[in-house]
């Protein structure tokens, strides 16, 4: 199958989902061609079967802001034709899925007629579709998608009753490469960060609002009154100065560290022991799902779809928004009890290999791809 793959490429799950995908469809002897505004994060080396078309933005006086839906949608087009696509897969909904729309449009009127598949991944929903000048957009999106998916159940209730659709939503889960995401032990870096066996947390995100980080700085001084602890931060985004302050005025600069945007989660995971997730809003959590695949047990909020992912009291917790403490009280029952602590982390592994690992996934997508195309 020849597939277009639309995303973000930045640092964030929905980029990093879409390109695993990529990957993974590559892999199986599908071509795949991403088309977006820069190479996508996890493209980092050449995979065979792997194409990649840099959407230009065309810069004009007239233009005060870049017209990029546009020039994606003029991308579409180009790549489709020529590399004649079979399929066009969108992932977030704003605003692929409305300049796939208008690429397909365009085309039918040149007699060809390429499907299109929208991927749902979160706040494309539960925020920024919610703001009155885009939910017509996003609706009218989803309506004229030939196919849509959705991360978790909870995200595909959400779109029905949020916009008041009605369509089928396939629910197919985020994956994890478990043959990459694995148990490793990197005690170089363990006795880098924690040079007195402190136990570590950690976190990786885009430090938006929605994500709470400052919850996680929170968690760790709660928790160091009882246990010696650090936490390592990955990843950068608006609220980071507001984390660095936070850890100043707590006095845990040294007790905090903001390793910034890294490739190299599973190095880092290999050091760390307890995965913090409090969001506000969190659609299924695929950082979480690739630090349990690597034996890290989570603490999450009890939001969106993490109890999809989390299993209470088996392969970590999950909390209230916002209820530091009982975050705090759950990490240090793990750290106390070094059995029940070994168990979380087994059964973290096992979980994201019977459930979410990336050979069960993938098929589902293959089957949908079929019956859209067979529609
Ligand atoms: O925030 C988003 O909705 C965008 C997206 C991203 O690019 O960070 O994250 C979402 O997609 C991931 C992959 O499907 C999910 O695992 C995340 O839970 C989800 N984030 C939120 O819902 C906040």
Do not use: W
């Amino acid at each position: 199958m020849k597939i277009g793959i639309t995303c973000y490429p930045t640092y964030g799950g929905s980029g990093v989902l879409a390109t695993e995908l990529g990957k993974a469809l590559a892999d199986k002897g599908h071509s795949v061609h991403f088309i977006s505004y820069a190479l996508p994060t996890r493209l980092s080396h050449f995979y065979e079967n792997i194409y990649y078309h840099e959407v230009e933005f065309s810069s004009y006086p007239l233009f005060e802001y870049q017209l990029y839906s546009l020039s994606l949608a003029s991308k579409m087009i180009e790549v489709i034709e020529y590399e004649n696509l079979d399929l066009l897969h969108v992932h977030y909904a704003i605003p692929h899925a409305v300049s796939g729309f208008l690429a397909q449009q365009i085309l039918k009127k040149n007699g060809i007629d390429v499907k299109m598949i929208t991927t749902l991944h979160g706040t494309d929903i539960t925020l920024v579709g919610l703001e009155p000048s885009f939910l017509p957009l996003v609706k009218f999106s989803i309506e004229e998608s030939d196919g849509v998916t959705a991360v978790s159940r909870f995200l595909g209730e959400k779109t029905l009753t949020n916009y008041q659709i009605n369509k089928d939503i396939q629910i197919i889960h985020n994956f994890v490469d478990t043959d990459v995401f694995k148990p490793v032990k990197n005690e170089n870096f363990r006795k880098h960060i924690a040079p007195d066996g402190e136990k570590i947390l950690v976190h990786t995100s885009n430090f938006r609002k929605v994500k709470r980080v400052t919850d996680t700085i929170k968690v760790l001084s709660l928790v160091k009154e009882e246990i010696p602890a650090k936490l390592v931060l990955v990843g950068d985004g608006p609220d980071r100065s507001e984390c660095e302050r936070l850890a100043r005025e707590l006095d845990l600069q040294k007790d905090v560290i903001f390793l910034g945007k890294q490739d190299g989660l599973v190095e880092i995971f290999g050091a760390s022991d307890l995965f913090l997730m409090p969001s506000q809003s969190e659609s299924f959590g695929l950082a979480a799902l690739e630090a349990m695949a690597c034996g890290i047990p989570a603490i999450t909020s009890s939001v969106g779809g993490l109890p999809e992912l989390i299993l209470h009291n088996e392969t970590g917790y999950i909390a209230e928004i916002g209820d530091i403490e009982r975050m705090a009280k759950y990490a240090i029952s793990l750290f106390k009890n070094e059995r029940k602590f070994l168990k979380f982390s087994a059964k973290s592994r096992e979980r994201a290999v019977t459930a979410f690992e990336k050979s069960k996934i993938i098929p589902q997508y293959e089957e949908y791809y079929e019956k859209i195309l067979n529609s």
